[in-house]
């Protein structure tokens, strides 16, 4: 056999054992199961509901929280990109977290 046939087949041989020895934390658990068991039309309805709430709400404190430390969306749109990263860099420094 030539040497790339062996080494292609150990190469082979090795990722088998290491996908067969996959951790448990792979697996479902009992609670995903129970999760994928299907809503009523109404409940679906009523939790993408909640949850486009929930983001509306999130948007509008991430947005108010930028207007306070000096974005305004409704500006002049030369200097955008700086403007917003200049208003982010502050809140993360409220927030104690480095920027991008």
Do not use: C, W
């Amino acid at each position: 056999m030539s040497r790339a046939r062996i080494a292609s087949i150990t190469l082979l041989a090795s990722l088998g054992i290491i996908v067969g020895a996959t951790p448990d934390s792979f697996a479902q658990s009992a609670d995903a199961a129970s999760a994928a068991q299907p809503m009523s039309k109404q409940a679906q309805k009523a939790q993408r509901k909640a949850d486009r709430k929930a983001a509306r709400a999130k948007n509008s404190a991430e947005l108010g929280e930028l207007e306070k430390n000096g974005y305004n969306p409704s500006a002049d749109r030369n200097d955008y990109p700086q403007d917003i990263q200049k208003a982010q860099s502050k809140v993360n420094a409220e927030h104690g977290q480095s920027g991008q």
